[in-house]
């Protein structure tokens, strides 16, 4: 079992940056491909970013590749996305999720809601001038 809490949203304007934070109960954190979704008012949960198990490779959106990095730390039991360049089209509600078993990476899958197993309650990230 994986519970998983975000935080570090906010206000920001065009163009500053935001760190969001992922902090994952259980002791097999490390064993676990992690990642980032978002979801706009009206719109469906869209894939930003993932990362294996391992720690490499990882995976970007189209939307947001060149702007954002996903990194974990297991000693700490956290996973970042460090968010560059915002811009009003990055507003939305991120989730972190984790897989649904251990060592378990799928380049493709990734990019799937329904490929994940744990999910947050999510961060609010508002990009507004």
């Known amino acids: 079992q994986v519970q998983l809490v975000e935080s570090g949203g906010g206000l920001v304007r065009p163009g500053d940056s935001l760190r969001l934070s992922c902090a994952a109960s259980?002791?097999?954190?490390?064993?676990?491909?992690l990642g980032w979704f978002r979801q706009a008012p009206g719109k469906e949960r869209e894939f930003v970013a993932a990362i294996s198990w391992s720690g490499r490779p990882a995976y970007y959106g189209d939307s947001v590749k060149g702007r954002f990095t996903i990194s974990r730390d297991n000693a700490e039991n956290t996973m970042y996305l460090q968010m560059n360049s915002l811009e009003p089209a990055d507003t939305a509600v991120y989730f972190c999720?984790?897989?649904?078993?251990?060592?378990?990476?799928?380049?493709?899958?990734?990019?799937?809601?329904?490929?994940?197993?744990?999910w947050g309650q999510g961060t609010q990230v508002t990009v507004s001038s």
């Open positions: 999720a984790a897989a649904s078993s251990p060592y378990s990476n799928d380049a493709l899958g990734f990019r799937g809601p329904g490929w994940w197993g744990y």
């Open positions: 259980g002791r097999t954190f490390s064993s676990y491909a």
